[in-house]
């Protein structure tokens, strides 16, 4: 299909299915070109030249390079603002603002522990690298308080940022995809009412399920 | 009615809010959370923020958490007035505003953070700063100035050749960070230093500066 939109990396990168999630909310068709980061191909100038940190994943729209899986998610939803999924990234300042607050959230409080725990518990056994067991026990603490505090905020709200699904609740599904069906931690999320609900519903959504298809091995 | 921004005049993320706000021009009344007497697990503050961190900004109805979400609808709200922080005019700019601050997020922030935590936040608690976290955070923050630096010499600021939301959002702990003995980070690559200096020559980020007393009283 000709398009106009590339995304760099493999799916299974937490950062890639996080844009890969958001194209096909918004009925985006894009092309995936494979970035073979086992041969450094990622740390290659011509790769650098569109992200400089040489990581995954990068993105081209008509030419327009851009980077950061959050940032791209944001410029496709106002990119395509009147296509998919609206309400996305909000239809007005408000919403916009209140998706932002818990996108930040995500970010800054979900993000850092559970990164930890999917790099040690679901990729370090397949790269066969010791685990670091204190690393684990400190982030799963953390993540309990973060999840905490989302189980309360979803007993007020269908998801995150309100009563309808958004980038917020998107954002999450990488890692927590990871933690739930790859590690011995799903239970933080199931056993929490709320949360649990919130994740069974916002992961059986069929742009997720598109993602999950494309990461098992071919 | 006048903005309240709840948060402390020394802290890096209150500051950052404090500096869009100058920036914009816009009035705000500070309201002083005490976190030593524990002001921000009170009842009434985690009404604000459930994860009990400030700053926290009322705005009539509405309340928002999350430093960089708060600059963000502050920079929207308020894109007539003051400093023109996201490029409302111009959508490929504004996107790359969006990738740069995403860049101090995720790049920046994760290796400048735990560095002033150590030096300046562990005594304040009656801890030794623990070394080898500052040097393995050094070593990163050092390959992220070194894209920077590359960046800077080919255009102004971040995310192009005007100044934005990007370039703020490093103030606060770049600031902190020149007062340990490690700013030759900053100070020995001449495309950042030439941009730390013009970014600090702000009269909005002078005024910030005033109120960053951290470390100075102990």
Request: glycine share 6%; proline share 5%.
């Amino acid at each position: 299909m000709a398009t106009s939109v590339k995304v760099y990396g493999p799916p299974i990168s937490t950062a890639v299915s996080r844009v890969l999630a958001c194209l096909h909310e918004k009925e985006v068709p894009y092309q995936l070109i494979p970035v073979n980061m086992a041969k450094g191909e990622h740390k290659k100038p011509e790769y650098l030249k569109i992200q400089p940190f040489g990581q995954v994943p990068a993105f081209e729209d008509e030419g327009f390079a851009l980077f950061e899986s959050r940032s791209i998610c944001r410029y496709i939803c106002e990119k395509y603002a009147k296509q998919g999924n609206k309400g996305l990234y909000g239809e007005n300042p408000l919403a916009k603002a209140s998706i932002d607050q818990w996108l930040e959230a995500e970010s800054h409080s979900f993000s850092p522990p559970s990164s930890v725990l999917v790099f040690q518990l679901a990729f370090a056994p397949r790269m066969k690298l010791k685990q670091d067991q204190g690393a684990i026990r400190q982030n799963e603490e953390k993540l309990k308080k973060v999840l905490d505090v989302y189980e309360e905020t979803l007993r007020e709200s269908r998801f995150l940022a309100g009563d309808d699904f958004t980038l917020a609740d998107l954002s999450h599904l990488p890692n927590t995809h990871y933690l739930v069906n790859s590690s011995d931690m799903g239970e933080l999320f199931t056993e929490r009412d709320n949360v649990g609900r919130w994740w069974s519903e916002i992961s059986s959504r069929e742009s997720w399920q598109k993602v999950v298809e494309m990461q098992k091995p071919a | 009615m006048v903005l309240k921004l709840h948060g402390l005049s020394v802290s890096t993320n209150t500051a950052r809010v404090v500096a869009c706000l100058h920036e914009k021009d816009v009035d705000f009344e500070l309201v002083r959370v005490d976190l030593f007497a524990r002001g921000n697990k009170e009842p009434s503050f985690l009404a604000k923020n459930p994860f009990g961190q400030i700053p926290v900004l009322e705005d009539g109805d509405i309340t928002l958490f999350e430093s960089r979400a708060i600059t963000s609808y502050v920079a929207e709200k308020f894109k007539e007035t003051g400093t023109d922080l996201i490029r409302h005019e111009s959508f490929d700019e504004a996107a790359l505003v969006k990738v740069w601050t995403e860049v101090e997020s995720q790049q920046y922030h994760p290796a400048i953070c735990p560095i002033i935590y150590e030096f300046f936040g562990k005594p304040v608690q009656g801890l030794e700063p623990d070394q080898a976290v500052i040097d393995a955070n050094l070593e990163k923050l050092e390959k992220v100035l070194n894209v920077y630096e590359a960046k800077l010499s080919s255009t102004k600021y971040l995310a192009g050749d005007f100044y934005s939301l990007a370039d703020l959002h490093h103030f606060p702990y770049t600031f902190y960070f020149m007062k340990t003995a490690w700013g030759s980070a900053i100070s020995d690559r001449p495309h950042v230093k030439a941009w730390w200096d013009d970014i600090t020559s702000r009269p909005a980020l002078k005024k910030v500066a005033e109120g960053m007393t951290f470390g100075e009283n102990q």
